[in-house]
């Protein structure tokens, strides 16, 4: 393995004439990353620093590189693999894993492969990822890990239309790509009978152009990403399974393309939704509740122990906080500080922002029940979204959490993402489903 580069880890600090606190220095074909007085647990700060330094080695061009040394743990591999990632997947790493025991080697493969799923599924352009593409991609990668357990069926075209899913349709008419919705019950009970422990519904608009509410150009170029909901729901639960799962959960992943067209839904559009709620369109861009809300009453129709959705769904959520976190919303506050202490204990990021009954009626609309968009100044926008949605889901909230995933995507790189998918959320999400 002559042309790969070594990279190690090192408590010590590196020459003084490479620089003050340089985190990567380079000695005959070796990189050392010098963790420093973080290093005592080589707990979270170093799983940060680790990354950092693996972007720094993406950036700098060494495509071959091989992890040695004692030092390195599971932990440590998957903030390098996350560091190391770019989306053309041009380079090649070499974990080490032949010098761990079977199940530190197996915890690695399993993020590994769930994650770079997640972050190639992302990644790809919307004329290959259209919403029934989206849909079977998600079946298939999980029904290669279960398929005794594993049953589902697409609902696709007018075909929504007879089962009441109208918001999907809606969204996804005015496309040449029929919209689509995914339903898969992974049940390995046995028990046909058995309770779902929980559903998970994702947002999976594979491409937003924002229709009538036409996006400019320049954040239209990332709309590719809308679908980052499905997606990283989808690879939590593959991640979820390959950890051991064994509870029943569902799977719904409301699939469209939000397009301009002769029959694409227009502004002062009623959506009329299966619990007789109406829903008065004012910015065909506020899509992605219009698709959740059918995933959200299919999921309610088989009871659930507990209920999340997921979706990239405002840009609200990314002002509030960046690209860095996922924000939480919900009424079962224990639900929440649960999902919290998941995201701590796996090292990434979420922060709860606020959600109360009230943010329901700064919805107003004349004409119907509700808007799709908060109306009047001073609004808050990822809170309404999470409010909208909060009318289709049990009417006490509890057991139900939303996730707007601000920190899916990455536009722009930054020092320890490349630009493009993250793959940011699916650990926790794992965890939650198996503590259910």
Same mark, same amino acid.
């Given at each position: 393995?002559?042309?790969?580069?070594?990279?190690?880890?090192?408590?010590?600090?590196?020459?003084s004439?490479?620089?003050?606190?340089?985190?990567v220095?380079?000695?005959?074909?070796?990189?050392? =990353?010098?963790? @420093? !007085?973080?290093?005592?647990?080589? %707990?979270?700060?170093?799983?940060?620093? &680790?990354? *950092?330094?693996?972007?720094?080695?993406?950036?700098?061009?060494?495509?071959?590189?091989?992890?040695?040394?004692?030092?390195?743990?599971?932990?440590?591999?998957?903030?390098?693999?996350?560091?190391?990632?770019?989306?053309?997947?041009?380079?090649?790493?070499?974990?080490?894993?032949?010098q761990?025991?079977?199940?530190e080697?197996?915890?690695?493969?399993?993020?590994?492969?769930?994650?770079?799923?997640?972050?190639?599924?992302?990644?790809?352009?919307?004329?290959?990822?259209?919403?029934?593409?989206?849909?079977?991609?998600?079946?298939?990668?999980?029904?290669?890990?279960?398929?005794?357990?594993?049953?589902?069926? =697409?609902?696709? @075209? !007018?075909?929504?239309?007879?089962? %009441?899913?109208?918001?999907?349709?809606? &969204?996804? *008419?005015?496309?040449?790509?029929?919209?689509?919705?995914?339903?898969?019950?992974?049940?390995?009970?046995?028990?046909?009978?058995?309770?779902?422990?929980?559903?998970?519904?994702?947002?999976?608009?594979?491409?937003?152009?924002?229709?009538?509410?036409?996006?400019?150009?320049?954040?239209?170029?990332?709309?590719?990403s809308?679908?980052?909901?499905?997606?990283?729901?989808?690879?939590?639960?593959?991640?979820?399974?390959?950890?051991?799962?064994?509870?029943?959960?569902?799977?719904?992943?409301?699939c469209?393309?939000?397009?301009?067209?002769s029959?694409?839904?227009?502004?002062?559009?009623?959506?009329?939704?299966?619990?007789?709620?109406?829903?008065?369109?004012?910015?065909?861009?506020?899509?992605?509740?219009?698709?959740l809300?059918?995933?959200?009453?299919?999921?309610?129709?088989?009871?659930?122990?507990?209920?999340?959705?997921?979706?990239?769904?405002?840009?609200?959520?990314?002002?509030?906080?960046?690209?860095d976190?996922?924000?939480?919303?919900?009424?079962?506050?224990?639900?929440?500080?649960?999902?919290?202490?998941?995201?701590?204990?796996?090292?990434?990021?979420?922060?709860?922002?606020?959600?109360?009954?009230?943010?329901q009626?700064q919805?107003?609309?004349?004409?119907?029940?509700?808007?799709?968009?908060?109306?009047?100044?001073?609004?808050?926008?990822?809170?309404?979204?999470?409010?909208?949605?909060?009318?289709?889901?049990?009417?006490?909230?509890?057991?139900?959490?939303?996730?707007?995933?601000?920190?899916?995507?990455?536009?722009?790189?930054?020092?320890l993402?490349?630009?493009?998918?993250?793959?940011?959320?699916?650990?926790?999400?794992?965890?939650?489903?198996?503590?259910?």
């Amino acid at each position: 393995m002559k042309d790969f580069m070594s990279v190690e880890l090192t408590v010590a600090p590196a020459d003084s004439f490479w620089g003050k606190d340089v985190l990567v220095s380079f000695n005959a074909g070796v990189a050392s =990353i010098h963790l @420093g !007085d973080n290093s005592a647990n080589l %707990g979270a700060e170093s799983a940060l620093q &680790v990354q *950092r330094a693996a972007r720094k080695l993406s950036n700098q061009g060494i495509a071959k590189v091989t992890l040695k040394g004692e030092l390195w743990n599971t932990e440590l591999r998957i903030a390098f693999d996350q560091g190391y990632y770019t989306a053309k997947e041009d380079q090649q790493a070499c974990f080490g894993l032949d010098q761990v025991s079977s199940i530190e080697k197996k915890a690695f493969i399993d993020f590994q492969q769930a994650s770079h799923w997640v972050r190639k599924t992302i990644n790809t352009d919307a004329e290959e990822m259209y919403p029934l593409k989206l849909a079977q991609s998600a079946a298939d990668l999980l029904l290669q890990l279960a398929p005794e357990s594993i049953t589902y069926k =697409i609902i696709a @075209g !007018d075909d929504l239309l007879t089962h %009441g899913f109208t918001g999907i349709h809606t &969204v996804g *008419r005015g496309s040449q790509h029929p919209p689509a919705m995914l339903q898969l019950d992974f049940n390995p009970t046995g028990d046909a009978d058995a309770p779902v422990a929980t559903a998970l519904v994702g947002k999976g608009i594979t491409f937003d152009s924002g229709g009538y509410s036409i996006k400019p150009s320049e954040p239209m170029t990332a709309m590719k990403s809308d679908m980052g909901g499905a997606a990283t729901l989808t690879g939590a639960l593959a991640l979820a399974i390959r950890q051991g799962l064994n509870q029943r959960v569902q799977l719904f992943l409301c699939c469209a393309e939000n397009m301009i067209s002769s029959n694409a839904f227009k502004l002062g559009d009623i959506i009329k939704y299966k619990n007789d709620i109406t829903v008065e369109v004012l910015n065909t861009d506020a899509e992605g509740r219009l698709v959740l809300a059918d995933g959200l009453l299919a999921a309610e129709e088989n009871s659930p122990q507990r209920l999340i959705d997921a979706a990239t769904l405002t840009g609200a959520a990314k002002v509030a906080l960046g690209r860095d976190y996922n924000a939480v919303f919900g009424f079962d506050q224990d639900f929440v500080n649960s999902l919290l202490a998941h995201a701590k204990a796996e090292n990434e990021f979420a922060w709860q922002l606020p959600l109360e009954k009230w943010h329901q009626q700064q919805l107003p609309s004349s004409f119907a029940d509700m808007a799709n968009i908060h109306a009047g100044e001073g609004r808050a926008g990822a809170s309404t979204a999470a409010a909208f949605l909060s009318r289709f889901v049990r009417e006490d909230g509890q057991g139900w959490l939303h996730l707007d995933l601000a920190g899916s995507y990455q536009k722009v790189a930054n020092d320890l993402w490349a630009t493009g998918a993250k793959g940011h959320g699916i650990r926790t999400l794992a965890k939650t489903l198996l503590d259910a």
